[in-house]
């Protein structure tokens, strides 16, 4: 009997285990290979053609790195940050609360604009802010879309001179975001 006993418990082991298996490898093999997924599958979007993609960097689930120049060391960037909430996340508390945050966070900081704006078909909101980081002058537009307990926060970043080249290649990347 105790055998028997061992022997079934055994064998429900090895179903549960084939069942993940079979149920993880479901979830890989219905993602779109024209779409970059953060490690845990919690958002996807489409990267610009050519850029490095880096992954889990501190808060950063994502990074795309765009082509280097030769009059800045930064490239232009897009990076993605997934924050979770305990509970449903109010975009419009978080965007008041960040108007009195970001001019903290960044030495010689300048809004440039700030409005809603749609990510990936959900209401959004979007800040354009410049600063200086040491001698360079950079210039972002922030991105902050909410669903239930996530809060996404885009970042698609360039050194001033080149942002407006770059604002293109980010929106497209932006208007692809998708929460999974």
Known sequence: ?????????RTSRIMIACALLVST??????????????????????????????YQLGKIAVNLLGDKSKDSPLRPHIAIELQRKSGRIDLDRFVKASEHTLPR?????????????????????????S????QLRLKNAIYAVARGRRLALITCGAPLARFDAHLPVCKAAVDSFRFE
């Open 25 to 54: 490898s479901c979830k890989r093999a219905d993602r779109d290979p024209g779409r970059t997924y953060d490690r845990k599958g919690r958002f996807s979007l489409k990267a610009p053609q050519g850029f490095e993609v880096q």
């Open 1 to 9: 009997m105790m055998v028997r006993h061992k022997v079934g418990l």
């Open 105 to 129: 966070l960044f030495s010689d900081f300048k809004l440039h604009e700030k409005s809603a704006a749609v990510v990936g078909g959900r209401r959004a909101f979007r800040w354009v802010i």
């Open 131 to 134: 600063y200086r980081d040491g």
